[in-house]
């Protein structure tokens, strides 16, 4: 769902990195040779990114015979340990030329939707959603973002831009977290929730009296969390949604999957990447 | 030594990822507020990223006031758990405005450096260079490259339009590793060097006849890598250089390290991300 | 609050087209020439388009000596008929290539400020708040909906982006208004709310039932309203806010304002454009 | 006639603006959905804009099923009330999605065309034309242009590049009308008639005397215009062209039509805008 | 006269073509070294380019310190064999990295500078402007314009947008000369003079008829040329500019500099570039 | 083997100086005319730029009928005096509005082409190659160098980025030529080979010691030159690759031709230009 200019621009900046004044190797190969290549994975994972591996091969097809590419998965599904991904077949240089750029899409966007399903999968059979952050590798968020939901995750705030989330300094600013809700409430788009980072109890309460949409409970200790969904579940008149993040571990989300909070938020996902592994093998 | 322009253009497309048409938070601190933050780190690690960082806030800081950044170490300085790393001082709007952006580009590159010198560090008291290879997160290649320098690495060809490298498509293409070799040799600029990748002996034995300068030798286990390193040193009128590379773990690092090759590429350590931990903390 | 790098951009997209491959008539002048003006205003008036208007003597300074501009008012303001605005110092031909471009941003904007104001002053005495549309001059969205502020109004969302709503086409995919909210609940980011575009009094109770946390009455009359007033404020455990939009002209603002509905969104203010008359007198 | 590749520029910028990273709420609609739907004129008006309509379909249609959109009317044509202006056929994210920005453009460029049509109406059965100015919205000038050409009027010049026009400080920088248009006809490129322009019947006959070859009479009374149509049709050797500029109304117009001046100018066709009425209708 | 805008883009590109990933060699010199350097040129021209090679150091300045360029001649000026230009003085790695790009520019735009000089010194004397073509270095057209009038010579229009030129083909599509003129006066800007391309004395009477202004003589002998010379001057009522093109010798220019046409055009001045020789000299 | 994007880029630019806000002539020409021209060249030359020229046509095919080119020769081939190159059949505004911009790619690369022939021939029968310089057209380098490659000369380096040449400021900043070469092979990706530039036969000596892989001989005399090849090829254990470079004129190319250097190296190839005359006729 991310729009395909996105995809368009960030593959041609890719291959301007990677190519820049030309494949000076490619010159090897006579300019009409035919290959087919298979896409092989070579671990378990979920698969994301066919989107920009197509359109890598579809800016280098512009001179030269198309490159077709047939694939038996799609984004979002798990894919196995010698798994055919998908075949190419097409002009030689064209896939030599691309092969690198358009692995590296695959790898890094698959990596981000396989460690996202790992964190998800001890959340299943709880409500819980797990959540992204701003937390990812500059240039890349949007197709990080996209890889969280491949990986069964839901998106935080894209940006600065549409989501409203007071923390620290915005309270110190407005006084108080009463007065950054309130003046949240009269100046910002109203079809946006107002967010508050807490870090006690009795922020939280005071959050919950301001009417606060979302509360972020960062940073608590598990028994100090069970205390703020209680405290949330029984006020009168008002429910916040509760968030929570820091220090998420695996272990740990099997023990928040079921306290009543509703959304954990995991940096995590996005800022470390374990590329997934895969490998393009050549019909001779 | 990367040129600035090009970190302006990655700083930018950055800053519209996450702000977009605006903060809308930020509307909530007054509009002079001033405001000192000290950048810690909060695990031992190599520092990578300064004029990412710097760029950041000189973007921001075009119609407010200047955000003063004050460094106590450089690129490539190893710090440690706790380390202060620097002072902003600044409006408050420019520095919550760009901290996110500012540190997502510091915990990566610095996290890129950190693996390079963890695989370094078993290299130690050998002549053998580790390398990077074009496995990088698309878009981050420049950024990624610099960071392997800050950790001790070296640079393997930017892209496809620096350097040769002969596989086995090429080869197949050309008919022999010597046609290939010789055809390389006629028509690419003669300022580079030609690489051959290979993965028996007898491919070793035809590239060496064939002058070939670098030999990448791809996926050898460690008994034939010393064939091939005795074949190399014994060949009479021309040695290559060696380079190893698959299956690059820490405990083979120390093997290869005395074996007689001169480089050892390594995509993981681009490829995969473990982003530095860093904290931003406001004085109240 | 817009970012910087947005009005730059703008502004030399403006310059671009006015100066293409040179002023040719400013030849004219002798390239050191110094002249003063003073900007008026023709008529009462809500300032806004400083920064654009700035932004276009910053761009042209470059080589040239700078152009001191000296403000007595600020966006926002009200002016009237025959107010110094601002004073110009610099390079003639500096402020002759400029004073259209900077002219066409002012006369725009502060239009669109002071439509926005007239239509806010029907409001004056009530809790409403005017909200702007997405129908805007396309490339200028967020210069208008900065416009929109100035004179008092509110922004509705900034685009697809930042904002659900839904409409009914949305509503005859999902199969009713109810499936529509959940799924939105269910995969929406949680940090925007759900806006549900209704035209009876059916869908407004279905809506409420779905716990939509908007509802856009589109073309409704005034007593129908009235009635969905009344039937939100009476509803057991959710209350939603209420948007009225269509067919909004200054009588029915003023009847509008006292009902209990929240919103009212207006395309005129930004669709239609009623340039403010603006002149630069030079100082013989 | 304006260059295509402007259009896909402006096009995609509001795209940019309204999409930014997705339609969060086209999610709720199936991906492979087909629609009909029929565009509406809910007013009188002349159409302007086919192709930048077009262009915001053809941009969306990347990835997706081609939108084929019948058209019944072109550019420049009047329309009526509730008539049928073209009808979309399509995938319906992509119809959704583009709705907005692709009336945004008519609108705007069609309320143009209309305004530029209403005027040019009092000037029927005269040689008069109606030109129009600078005075447009930054970064739509070529686009407005075009519409006052669908409208029945003539362009002036586009920018400062591709006209002279000689106004009250370049005269006082040259010393006098004599020298400003000398200086102009030596250092212009001679494909550039010069125009002058003068506000008192003695600057005519100094501008005259020197060959100027257009007289713009800014903010002339009609009885002064008389005057200086007389002054220049009994001119020996030399007659400019004659443009009037200045608090051009309806009824003036109809004045002017007849007492010999050549081209009537209007900042008001450009800088004022009243969007066209159009309504996209889906087929149910 | 250049906007400076279009003058950064082009050095930027420029640079991104030599330095792309980084200056490898720059790197053997300490970053503080400073050094100083005079731009010396090897032989009689005319200089042109000082705006671009003073822009090629400030975008290498950003983030080093400044590099002082101290010039003492100007553009436009006759610089001598073994004439020292400028001096520069500042941080080594700036110098050497721009040093190439910096002097590509000064070469090529003196080049054309000192060509055009060469053919204008033979119109000495008398009325006759040499003037440009539409037949420049793709991408450099406007530079190219700019050293023209560096030279001497005048520009002709700078593309197809503000000059009207009526060829054969649009001769043909119109039915006859008369109608291309008169089609051309009914819908091109007034603010543009209409140029008639005519190759036989038939044509030359026709288009003086339709009044066309400027009459493009291409292709003719010396006595046609005088004989078109004389209809025009005996025509009644109307003038036109003459221009000649074809064939443009150097002798051939003396004898045309006196016959009574008014332009001569040149595609040679800009379509060839000798490249002025300068040399950079290290103080050391 | 330009990246087929880099010719887009170029072709858009050129498009855009060319047309800007339009080709005002070619309205005279009804919409669907249709023609067919055909491309002669008037004098023998290589053929350089045949992607460009059809480029230009494929831009401006967008909204109107595709222009059909059928090409006789390719780049490269050697063309003869009048004939026919390429047969366009579509459109007339397209192919009349395309027509200088496509023809100036095909001059100016033709002339680089079929100048670096004129040099190449003087060394048929010899194994040295002439390569090109840095010494471009700003913009346009890569475009020129595949032109060189088209008259049968090689490449040197395309920038600062993907060779190292090692010049007397690098050398005096390391202390010795013994020291910049190390330092290059330290520092340096391993992929590069090192060019050392010296004048006299002592840094030779040096040169060769240190094992620099390239040596450019600059500036030094033929019998200079000749004993730079006596003592390269008679020295022990490193024998290092020859380029020439300085006052290269035909006669000297056939005197160095068989004295046993490498390389010769001109930057007058690309830095001056003899464009070449091509004309398009149109069939009536």
Redesign the interface.
Known sequence: ??????IQT?????????????????????EN?Q?TAHLICREQAILCGK??FNEVFQ??N??RDITKIHWTVNDGDTITEDQRICTLTGN?RSI??GE??A???L??LS?TATSTAHYVKYLEGSEV?L?DT?????????AQ?YAVRCGGG?????????????????I???GSITN?VQ??RN???????I?VEIETLDELQEALLAKAD?LLLDNMKDDMLIQAVQINSTNHGHKA?L?VSGNITYERLSNLAHIGI??ISSGAIT?????TDFSLR?E?
Chains 1, 2, 3, 4, 5, 6 share one sequence.
């Open positions: 769902m991310i729009p395909y200019s996105n960030q593959v041609s900046q890719a291959l301007a990195e990677d190519i820049g004044s030309g494949d000076i190797t490619a010159a090897l190969i006579p040779n290959i989107d920009w800016q280098l512009v001179i030689a030599l030329t690198r750029s692995m590296n899409f790898q890094t990596g959603k959540l701003r937390k990812t590798i500059p240039g890349f968020r949007e973002k839901y998106n935080h705030r894209h940006g600065l831009f549409d989501g409203i989330l007071i923390k620290e300094n915005h110190m600013a407005a950054a003046n949240a100046n910002s788009p109203h079809t946006l929730k967010e979302i949604k968030e509703d959304y800022k470390h990447i374990t590329a050549f001779s």
